[in-house]
């Protein structure tokens, strides 16, 4: 992920080119339950676009084609937990509409699947929330909007009281302004790209977990 931000950087300070997003990564969210029904960590997962994959891949000097060894799903599970200070991992968690503070990336993995990098970590809350008392929302995306995130994957519940739980995907549902930003962000230069550094959370796709 180091790799990746760094990417950026670069891309923002190099010549105008197509703007964003220039990633496209399928997400999924897992929530994980303690021994009270409380939630206390979130798993999340990455599946890169093919053409960033090797790319990035590349840049590891592994070959995308080849069937993963331990050394590279270890190495991709390394490059995908290495944080920059100050990133958030790009996973926001809401109760009541309140931010929660996550930990950083823990029991990462990484994978090649049919030559697209998949990437996994978990993150745990401060304080485990219960779902039966609390509106419990996760939102998956790039405030820059470098990469788009579509939560595609599996979501699910895990731990005591799991069966009473359900985890629904809200998918961004586009308005005629939003299209049209949308629009803009793809063909602007990128020293024209709008200045708000949280744009990418009007594209993001929202998962609901329900309790009792």
Request: overall charge negative; charged content about 25%.
């Amino acid at each position: 992920m180091r790799r990746l931000l760094l990417t950026a950087a670069l891309l923002v300070a190099a010549p105008p080119a197509l703007a964003h997003p220039h990633v496209f990564v399928d997400a999924s969210v897992d929530f994980v339950l303690d021994a009270e029904g409380r939630v206390e960590r979130l798993r999340i997962g990455w599946f890169y676009d093919p053409l960033f994959s090797l790319y990035l891949l590349g840049e590891m000097g592994i070959d995308a084609f080849a069937p993963a060894d331990e050394a590279t799903r270890a190495a991709i599970a390394e490059d995908q937990t290495n944080w920059i200070e100050g990133f958030e991992g790009n996973s926001f968690l809401l109760a009541d509409g309140e931010p929660i503070r996550l930990s950083g990336p823990l029991n990462p993995t990484g994978d090649i699947v049919n030559g697209r990098v998949a990437a996994s970590h978990e993150r745990r809350l401060e304080t485990p929330l219960d779902p039966r008392e609390t509106e419990i929302v996760v939102e998956v995306y790039d405030p820059v909007y470098f990469i788009a995130y579509t939560v595609s994957g599996p979501t699910r519940v895990e731990g005591p009281g799991a069966e009473a739980c359900r985890a629904a995907v809200d998918e961004f549902k586009p308005t005629d302004g939003l299209l049209a930003l949308q629009g803009l962000l793809l063909s602007l230069a990128m020293e024209d790209i709008p200045e708000d550094p949280t744009v990418g959370r009007l594209f993001t796709d929202r998962v609901r977990l329900t309790c009792g």
